[in-house]
């Protein structure tokens, strides 16, 4: 799914907007969360997840083609941890599918069939 | 930023009412959520893209005791920043 789909699958389910607002409307949810990351503001969606940008430390690497030693610099790299309910949401997805191996590995317990 | 500020900025930016707002954001975040369940991957060019991936079972040690388990075979989610987005958040900092 693409950007242009999730705008279409919106525009769907909201008949009484029209397209061209929901192509708005998404447009401007991501260029806020952009925004937000841009000035490291964590981001938590509940039932999605959460984005936090984080540090990662300077350090120092190799030119793997030269073998010359680089200096990496510092940089903020954007995370995301998924949301608890959706964690489980997808999880529980293959578990609703064909068991595999792993499945039977996991003992008795059976869970609730989403 | 929670949900709350980003129906609060469709209100402001865009000009449809709290209630349409909220609806909105609640719709484009459960037609996300609903494509990951299914397994598609979903790919926001600038932003970064969601995909599922599929672990295989393996042993794992309870870090506390050290005793060995086996953990199943499982399905997560991941996210994959975009280039764009990674060099923004560090346009501010030298480059390369």
Same mark, same amino acid.
């Given at each position: ?6 705008? /279409? ?10 397209? +061209? *607002? $929901? ?5 401007? @949810? ?23 940008? +984080? @540090?990662? /430390?300077?350090? =120092? ?6 073998? /010359? ?11 995301? +941890? ?8 997808? *999880? ?7 068991? $595999?191996? !792993? ?8 869970? *609730?069939?989403? | ?6 129906? =609060? ?5 865009? !000009? ?9 954001? /609640? $719709? ?8 990951? #369940?299914?397994?598609?991957?979903? +790919? ?21 005791? !050290? =005793? =060995? ?14 280039? #764009? ?12």
């Amino acid at each position: 799914m693409t950007k242009s789909d999730l705008i /279409e699958r919106v525009a769907a389910r909201v008949p009484h907007i029209s397209k +061209k *607002d $929901t192509e708005l409307v998404v447009n401007t @949810i991501f260029e806020g969360m952009t925004e937000a990351l841009k000035g490291s503001k964590r981001i938590e969606i509940r039932g999605f997840g959460s984005f936090q940008v +984080k @540090i990662r /430390e300077a350090r =120092e690497g190799r030119n793997p083609k030269t073998g /010359e030693e680089v200096q990496i610099p510092a940089k903020r790299t954007p995370f995301f +941890k998924v949301g608890k309910e959706l964690k489980e949401r997808i *999880d529980s997805e293959r578990r609703a599918s064909p068991p $595999t191996a !792993g499945a039977a590995a996991e003992g008795g317990t059976a869970s *609730d069939a989403g | 930023m929670t949900k709350a500020d980003i129906v =609060e900025m469709i209100y402001e930016r865009v !000009g449809f009412s709290k209630k349409e707002s909220a609806e909105l954001v /609640e $719709t484009v975040f459960e037609v996300i959520k609903e494509a990951l #369940v299914e397994g598609e991957k979903v +790919k926001f060019s600038g932003f970064g893209n969601f995909i599922v991936r599929e672990k295989n079972a393996r042993k794992g040690r309870n870090p506390q005791t !050290g =005793e =060995e388990i086996q953990l199943a075979a499982r399905r997560v989610l991941t996210f994959k920043p975009s280039l #764009v987005l990674k060099n923004l958040l560090n346009d501010d900092m030298p480059a390369e």
